[in-house]
C-alpha cells in the first residue's frame, strides 16, 4: 500500500489545479466544507487543509454537517476528530426524513431529493454565516457517470460543474476534487483512517437513479479494465467539446461569408 503522504499529496496535486484552472478559490475566501462523514468529504477537507497551509492566497477552511434527523445518525466521531484539531465545526439540524415522506411523488429518487435538500440547508446556512464558498465532495467518477446518465436517460449532455453559482445568486459551490478519481479516493481514506461515518437513512432507499448510477459505474469499471484511460478520456471531453460537431441548432450558424454547404454553386 501506498504511504499517506505519498496519495495524499497526489490528491493535493490534482485538487489544486482544479482549483487554479477554475478559479475555485481566491484571497480572503471563507470555504466552507460539507462533511457528510463518507471518505469523499473527509479527503476534500483534509486536502484544502492541506493546500490551504502552503498557499499564497489566504483562506479559512471550516466544516458542516447537515444532521437528517435520523436517530441512527452519529456525528460525534466527526466531532471529536474535528475538535482535536482546532477546526470550525457545525452541525445543521434538518428533519430530511421527514420532509422526503410528505413531499415526494412516484418515481422521486431518494437520494437525490435528499442530496438537494441539504444543499438547500448548507445554502441557507453559509448565507447567514458569511461563508463565500460551498467545498462539495464530488469526484472524478461523478462527474462521468453523471455525464452517462444524462446521455442514456435524459436525452442531454451535461454533467456536474467544478464551480457553480446556486440559484440563489449568492453561494457559489466549488468542486475541488473533480480531477481525482474515486479509486485515489478510497485508496487515500482507507489509510488515512478517517471515522467514517454512515448516513444513518432508516432502510437504505434505492430509487431509479441510484440503481441507474451503480449500473454506469459497474460499466465503466468493465470498460476500463479492457481499456486503460476510458475514464480519464470521459473526464477529459467535459473541457473539451467541440460544438460544431453535435446537433443544437442555434450553434449552426455559418460565419459570414462561408459558402453554404447546401447551396448549389
Ligand atoms: S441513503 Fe438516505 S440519508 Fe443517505 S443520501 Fe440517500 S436518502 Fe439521504
Known amino acids: 500500500m501506498e504511504p499517506l503522504e505519498l496519495l495524499e499529496k497526489k490528491i493535493a496535486r490534482k485538487a489544486a489545479r482544479a482549483i487554479h484552472e477554475f478559479s ?3 484571497e480572503g475566501d471563507r470555504v466552507l466544507v460539507a462533511l457528510s462523514g463518507g471518505k469523499d468529504s473527509w479527503t476534500l477537507l483534509n486536502v484544502l487543509l492541506r493546500l490551504r497551509r ?4 489566504k483562506f479559512t477552511v471550516s466544516a458542516a454537517t447537515v444532521h437528517p434527523g435520523f436517530p441512527e445518525f452519529d456525528p460525534s466521531p466527526l466531532q471529536k476528530y474535528l475538535s482535536g484539531r482546532g477546526i470550525e465545526y457545525f452541525i445543521e439540524r434538518a428533519p430530511l426524513g421527514d420532509i422526503i415522506e410528505n413531499h415526494k411523488t412516484p418515481g422521486t429518487s431518494y437520494c437525490a431529493f435528499c442530496a438537494r435538500l441539504r ?3 448548507l445554502y441557507t446556512f453559509a448565507k447567514r454565516e458569511g461563508f463565500t464558498k460551498i467545498a462539495l465532495g464530488h469526484h472524478a467518477d461523478d462527474l462521468i457517470e453523471t455525464l452517462l446518465l444524462a446521455q442514456f436517460f435524459t436525452g442531454e449532455i451535461k454533467s456536474i460543474p467544478p464551480v457553480l453559482l446556486a440559484d440563489d445568486g449568492v453561494n457559489v459551490v466549488i468542486r475541488p476534487l473533480c480531477r481525482v478519481f474515486e479509486e485515489e ?5 482507507q489509510v488515512a483512517d478517517f471515522p467514517v461515518i454512515s448516513c444513518g437513512c432508516p432502510p ?3 430509487g431509479a437513479e441510484e440503481l441507474n448510477r451503480a449500473k454506469m459505474k459497474k460499466m465503466l469499471s468493465e470498460l476500463e479494465k479492457g481499456h486503460h484511460g476510458i475514464k480519464a478520456n470521459l473526464l477529459s471531453c467535459l473541457g ?5 460537431y453535435l446537433m443544437q441548432k442555434n450553434l449552426h450558424i455559418l460565419d459570414e461569408g462561408e459558402p453554404c454547404p447546401l447551396k448549389k454553386p
Open 204 to 206: 437504505h432507499r434505492t
Open 54 to 57: 502552503n498557499s499564497p492566497v
Open 119 to 121: 444543499r438547500g440547508v
Open 24 to 26: 475555485m478559490i481566491t
Open 240 to 244: 473539451r467539446v467541440r460544438t460544431r
Open 185 to 189: 479516493i478510497s485508496a487515500y481514506s
